[in-house]
């Protein structure tokens, strides 16, 4: 019985070694990343132009918004400006869009490509007979080259400095050797020499193992605790900021509810302030914007 507590014994010393030192190493690589990012923030140098530059497409992208969400910014300001609306506006539930009136002047091609998508079908293709003429639901559509375009951008992005590569690991993590596993690993010594002096060979090799495996965590050939890097840099968040400041009078959160969005602004506003813009344009987009649940009703043989 004394031989199984000598081997419990060093294994808990072990075991709580190994907590010890890891604890330390991440608190030392948590030490390195805040430095790292506290760095990168203050070496930051923004042009005053670049926000301008960037335009609402890479100000979303860097803003961590994936492609469903800069979408909406696109519907936003096609609503805006009257080139997309719901085909039903007087009854509830979910309804498809249509493009109408004049696509906007300056549109890029992501705006382009969702207002062709919502065409009524006979016009995208003549063949087709004006019956067919029921819209899109927003879940539906679909910009041919979003994913490209977006891409695109974040390449850009990365080219400039704004972003880098996900999963990059902090660059001169510290190398700290474990003092407790150390301590963990000579307790072993006296337990092994007492488990042979009993003749407790297979427990003695079990608590052999243990303080080998004490003695590895004591010198580590590599950064045991990895910290990822954010994935925007400090530039970006310097851009972002000054984005931010720049148009603080789009910000729903500030500005009155009776001051309508202009359709130049949409996009601006969606994409640095996110999809609590929708609403205050029109509250039917987010209404239709998920593919609703499909509804289970029992029947005879469910």
């Given at each position: ?9 060093c294994f808990v010393i072990a075991f709580t070694a190994w907590l010890l030192d890891d604890k330390v190493r991440g608190a030392a690589a948590d030490a390195c990343l805040a430095a790292f990012v506290a760095e990168d923030r203050n070496s930051a ?58 696509l906007p002047e300056d549109a890029d091609d992501f705006e382009r490509e969702l207002w062709t998508e919502a065409l009524p079908p006979h016009v995208r293709d003549p063949a087709r007979s004006p019956g067919q003429s029921r819209g899109e639901y ?165």
């Amino acid at each position: 019985m004394t031989d199984w507590l000598i081997l419990a014994g060093c294994f808990v010393i072990a075991f709580t070694a190994w907590l010890l030192d890891d604890k330390v190493r991440g608190a030392a690589a948590d030490a390195c990343l805040a430095a790292f990012v506290a760095e990168d923030r203050n070496s930051a140098v923004v042009e005053p132009h670049v926000v301008e530059r960037l335009g609402p497409l890479a100000l979303g992208v860097l803003n961590g918004q994936d492609h469903w969400a800069v979408q909406q910014g696109v519907v936003a300001r096609l609503v805006a400006a009257g080139a997309l609306h719901r085909t039903s506006p007087d009854r509830s539930g979910q309804k498809r869009w249509m493009s109408g009136g004049r696509l906007p002047e300056d549109a890029d091609d992501f705006e382009r490509e969702l207002w062709t998508e919502a065409l009524p079908p006979h016009v995208r293709d003549p063949a087709r007979s004006p019956g067919q003429s029921r819209g899109e639901y927003l879940w539906e559509m679909r910009a041919p080259n979003a994913w490209r375009q977006m891409g695109a951008v974040e390449s850009r992005l990365a080219r400039e400095g704004f972003t880098r590569p996900r999963f990059e690991t902090v660059p001169g993590l510290p190398l700290l050797w474990g003092r407790w596993s150390a301590i963990a690993a000579a307790a072993a010594v006296p337990a092994v020499t007492v488990l042979l002096l009993d003749h407790a060979w297979v427990r003695a090799g079990l608590a052999f193992v243990i303080g080998a495996m004490a003695l590895r965590k004591v010198f580590p050939d590599g950064p045991t605790m990895p910290r990822h890097l954010p994935t925007v840099t400090g530039k970006g968040e310097a851009v972002l900021r000054t984005a931010r400041e720049r148009h603080a009078e789009l910000d729903p959160a500030t500005r009155p509810a009776t001051e309508p969005y202009d359709q130049g602004q949409v996009r601006m506003a969606v994409a640095l302030f996110g999809s609590a813009v929708l609403y205050r344009v029109d509250d039917r987009i987010m209404a239709d914007w998920f593919r609703p649940e499909p509804e289970f009703v029992d029947g005879p043989g469910d």
